[in-house]
């Protein structure tokens, strides 16, 4: 983001209001007619080859779509040198932007909080409270509550940060396409506890998209039957099927005479001159001023909407040949050269070419623009590209008002919610957010183990533990073959040639902390954690959020020292150790307990308790010895963090009895396996089951009882009792038993909840 915003005066605004409200109407009248009448058509005032050929209209579009086709409307304008605006995209189908907007204003609130212009700065609040109540007044039903969802292509969607950020501040659902299903006319979100009805659906995928039964049969985005729900008048959309015709850049060319046709009124905010090279006699003017025209396909990226005149196009003669051979894919425009802002370069002010998307928002009556915008920048003066991956960046719009009284004042408790709605209903959690909650905790868990292993083990190095060498040796030998199988990142220290990487463990440990490519390695960990999070990210809190993209710069940073010491490694991995706590802590202390939050205790109680069932066994199930057994005794206390509590509760010299005790069996101790158990069984007694049905009836249910009966039952002196060949056979029994129960747990709660949803298939084909 460039800190630098872009300035527009009152009443520079004023006048720019007007004229993209009468271009909103504009394209609210065109859809109107192309899916009703049709005149502009039969009139000769819209070519059919244009508004029927690529990029025009759905035939699964017509019907009855609602009174409000475009609730959402953006424009992406530009300035020329003598001030004058152009608008030169419309995005009428999924604008976006809102969300980085509000992230941008809210990061220049705090940079420049206390400026004394800031206090002329039109607020944007209240434009965020008429996008939500319009939304929720766009229901077909007579409700003031009504369920609105944003419809989002998922987490590899490179605008998902701001689905996330816009659903949270909006307090919207946020969904994929596979978290809905239609039944009986209507749209439904599926969740633990059953079906809820979704009346408003605010879509961020693109039209084609939206429906694999009547649109693209390929899409894996979408929601079967969501335009035949749509037509039947069940579900709004916003916006509607079929705007993408309006995106067309071929209608450019024809806008000032659509305007007179069905407004009756000159154009205020044109575009600059187009001429659709579809249309012959438009090819011809084009061709003739070839190199001082821009060529751009009809459907333009929006990331580029621009672009140079083809005179100073190294590919002008190959683009000829293309356009050539397909030219109704294409627009000719005037050449145009946005006007230039200051912006700040490598810690310098440098001039910058600018665009501006201004927002507007419809309730069927009132149109109201968002006092501001965004403001998108190229690299260099020269440069073409505004995109980020091309080096442009964006700004925040300010529009300033000479007396400071004429801001809007803020909604009160600013929070994103506004006084005028209604409370929006309780909606369970989808679930895919409960999967990708569950497998939250576990991967996190998973990384704060690998992460204490790791640094016990360096520790018994660095401290002055009074260990003898050969206790040392065993702490350590047994700290690494606890960590590969806890870990699960083989060879690791076990199995063939483990006594080479024993006797040098540096590169493998390395390895297995920092590959992120290696399956059980902390740095696999963290990143799997931060997919899951991205997943769910309108349901952490904007601190949890940080806290997680800390710990992924963390590790990147990492990653980029090859070759560091391990005793570093010790140090680096502190910072990632105590976010990984406050991680645990935020989530127990600050989120809401609803199933989303049970599911992600469950996986983080899961992972501990396996975690320690594994550490036990493999440290003190075989070659119990006396001698050796204390110090890995009192490391197996630290790396759980129980030593000082038991040093302060019992002041004998450690027991293996004792410590069993202590770590398998008291209910007062957060780490110990018995309390993971008996959480996991109360998260799983809250899961909704049928009344009749108790919760040791369930699979799951079963599974919980049977594993914290057998804990339970088992006695800490005869756990600790060794046999002729130093195996503790108790010891060993439990923890395998409680190995083989735990992962049946959590196949049960992924067939039981997670995978309840049915892929669509064919019925039949025909050759």
């Not at 909407?305 to 293309?322: H, K, S, Y």
């Not at 989808?430 to 083990?457: C, D, H, K, M, T």
């Not at 002196?717 to 129960?741: C, F, I």
């Not at 747990?745 to 064919?762: G, K, L, M, Q, V």
Request: charged fraction near 20%; glycine fraction near 8%.
């Amino acid at each position: 983001m460039d800190p630098i915003p872009l300035l527009m005066q009152a009443g520079e605004w004023a006048w720019l209001e007007k004229a993209l409200a009468q271009r909103h109407l504009l394209f609210t009248r065109l859809y109107e007619d192309l899916y009703g009448p049709q005149r502009t058509l039969r009139d000769g005032l819209l070519p059919a080859e244009l508004a029927f050929g690529p990029g025009g209209l759905s035939l699964e579009a017509y019907g009855h779509f609602g009174s409000t086709p475009l609730p959402l409307y953006a424009a992406e304008l530009a300035r020329d040198p003598s001030g004058r605006f152009y608008a030169l995209m419309d995005r009428c189908q999924a604008p976006s932007g809102h969300g980085y907007v509000w992230q941008n204003r809210r990061i220049t609130t705090r940079l420049y909080a206390g400026a004394e212009q800031m206090g002329n700065v039109r607020l944007l609040l209240n434009f965020f409270e008429g996008v939500r109540s319009n939304l929720a007044a766009l229901t077909p039903y007579s409700k003031s509550d009504a369920h609105v969802a944003l419809l989002t292509p998922g987490s590899a969607n490179a605008s998902h940060f701001e689905h996330a950020m816009l659903s949270h501040f909006l307090g919207l659902t946020l969904v994929q396409g596979d978290d809905l299903i239609t039944r009986d006319g209507r749209v439904w979100l599926k969740t633990l506890e059953g079906l809820n009805p979704v009346d408003v659906l605010l879509r961020r995928v693109d039209e084609a998209w939206c429906d694999p039964l009547d649109l693209r049969g390929d899409s894996m985005l979408g929601v079967v039957g969501l335009s035949q729900a749509a037509r039947s008048g069940h579900v709004a959309l916003a916006n509607a099927l079929g705007t993408g015709v309006l995106e067309n850049l071929g209608l450019h060319a024809y806008l000032p005479k659509l305007a007179q046709f069905l407004l009756g009124q000159e154009l205020m905010l044109p575009s600059p001159q187009t001429w659709w090279l579809g249309d012959p006699q438009h090819r011809a003017e084009a061709l003739a001023q070839w190199d001082q025209v821009s060529i751009l396909p009809i459907q333009a990226n929006s990331d580029q909407p621009i672009a140079p005149p083809n005179g100073e196009r190294e590919d002008a003669e190959q683009l000829r040949e293309t356009v050539l051979a397909a030219p109704h894919k294409y627009i000719a425009r005037a050449f145009f050269n946005p006007s230039l802002t200051p912006g700040v370069r490598q810690g310098a002010l440098a001039p910058q070419r600018a665009l501006l998307r201004v927002f507007l928002s419809h309730d069927g009556q009132t149109r109201q623009v968002m006092p501001g915008g965004l403001a998108r920048v190229a690299a260099t003066a020269t440069s073409w590209r505004f995109s980020p991956e091309g080096g442009g960046a964006s700004k925040d719009v300010w529009v300033v008002d000479s007396d400071a009284n004429a801001r809007r004042d803020p909604i009160e408790g600013v929070s994103g919610v506004t006084r005028s709605l209604e409370p929006a209903p309780m909606v369970g959690a989808p679930s895919r957010v409960v999967e990708n909650l569950f497998w939250l905790g576990r991967y996190a868990e998973r990384a704060e183990g690998s992460i204490r292993l790791f640094r016990e083990f360096l520790l018994i190095n660095a401290e002055e533990t009074g260990l003898t060498a050969a206790q040392r040796e065993h702490c350590k030998t047994r700290l690494l073959q606890a960590f590969t199988l806890v870990t699960g990142a083989l060879p690791g220290f076990v199995g063939e040639g483990a006594e080479e990487r024993l006797a040098d463990p540096g590169d493998e440990l390395r390895s297995a902390l920092l590959d992120d490519q290696r399956s059980g390695s902390m740095a696999f960990s963290i990143q799997s954690m931060m997919r899951c999070a991205i997943s769910v990210r309108d349901r952490l809190s904007p601190e949890t959020w940080r806290l997680v993209d800390n710990l992924s710069q963390s590790l990147s940073r990492l990653q980029r020292r090859h070759q560091i010491r391990l005793g570093e490694l010790m140090w680096e991995t502190a910072p990632l150790l105590t976010d990984m706590t406050a991680l645990s802590g935020l989530t127990w202390e600050n989120m809401r307990r609803d199933l989303g939050w049970r599911f992600l205790d469950m996986g983080r109680r899961l992972e501990r308790a396996m975690f320690l069932a594994q550490l036990l066994e493999t440290t003190l199930g075989q070659t119990a010895d006396t001698h050796l057994e204390g110090a890995i005794l009192e490391r197996l206390l630290i790396v759980n963090d129980a030593h000082s509590a038991f040093r302060l509760h019992l002041r004998s010299q450690l027991e293996p009895a004792q410590v069993l005790e202590r770590l398998l069996q008291d209910d007062a101790n957060p780490r110990s396996l018995v309390f993971q158990l008996a959480l996991m069984d109360h998260h799983a007694s809250e899961i909704p089951r049928p009344p009749e049905i108790s919760l040791y009836r369930t699979q799951l249910g079963r599974v919980a009882f049977e594993t914290l009966a057998a804990l339970r039952l088992a006695a800490p002196q005869e756990l600790a009792l060794a046999d002729e060949s130093g195996r503790r056979q108790a010891l060993m029994a439990l923890t395998a038993r409680v190995r083989a129960l735990l992962p049946l747990f959590s196949d049960t709660a992924s067939n039981s909840y997670f995978r309840h949803a049915e892929a669509p298939h064919h019925l039949f084909s025909v050759n």
